[in-house]
C-alpha cells in the first residue's frame, strides 16, 4: 500500500513536471521577443545609419523602405495590417538588399518601437535607446 501511494505521488509529479515544462514551450515569439533586446549602439554600422533615418524620417535608399511589413511570420506581437514597417539595413557586398532589416511599428515618423533582424525575419530583438 505504502509503496503504491509514493508510485501515484511519483507520477503525478512527474505529470506535472511536464505540464509545466510544456507550458514554457508553449510560450508565444511575443513572449521570448520582449526579452531580446539590442541597443542602438549595438546594432551595426549600417543599422545606426537606417536607425537615424527612420527617426528623421528619410530619406530612404531602397525603394522598399518604409513599406508595409506583413508580419507573415508572426515573429512580432500581433497588431493590425499596416501597423509595421520595413527599413533595410545595408549588408556589405550583398548584390541585393541582403538579409538585415529594421521593422518598426506606430506612426511611420514616431514610431512606438522597432525591431532588428539579421536573418531576414526568422528572429527579431527590439531595439532599445
Excluded at 35 to 55: K, N, S
Aim: glycine residues 10%; proline residues 8%.
Amino acid at each position: 500500500m505504502w509503496q503504491h501511494r509514493n508510485v501515484k505521488l511519483w507520477l503525478a509529479g512527474l505529470a506535472l513536471a511536464l505540464g509545466c515544462t510544456h507550458m514554457v514551450q508553449a510560450r508565444g515569439p511575443e513572449v521570448a521577443l520582449t526579452q531580446d533586446t539590442i541597443t542602438v549602439a549595438q546594432l551595426p554600422r549600417q543599422g545606426m545609419e537606417t536607425y537615424r533615418l527612420i527617426q528623421s524620417g528619410g530619406p530612404f535608399p531602397y525603394e522598399k523602405d518604409g513599406t508595409v511589413f506583413g508580419n507573415r511570420e508572426r515573429q512580432l506581437p500581433a497588431q493590425p495590417r499596416g501597423f509595421y514597417r520595413e527599413y533595410t539595413v545595408a549588408t556589405p557586398g550583398a548584390r541585393d538588399r541582403g538579409t538585415r532589416r529594421i521593422v518598426c511599428g506606430g506612426p511611420a515618423k514616431v514610431p512606438e518601437v522597432c525591431f532588428y533582424t539579421a536573418d531576414h525575419y526568422a528572429s527579431f530583438r527590439r531595439i532599445v535607446p
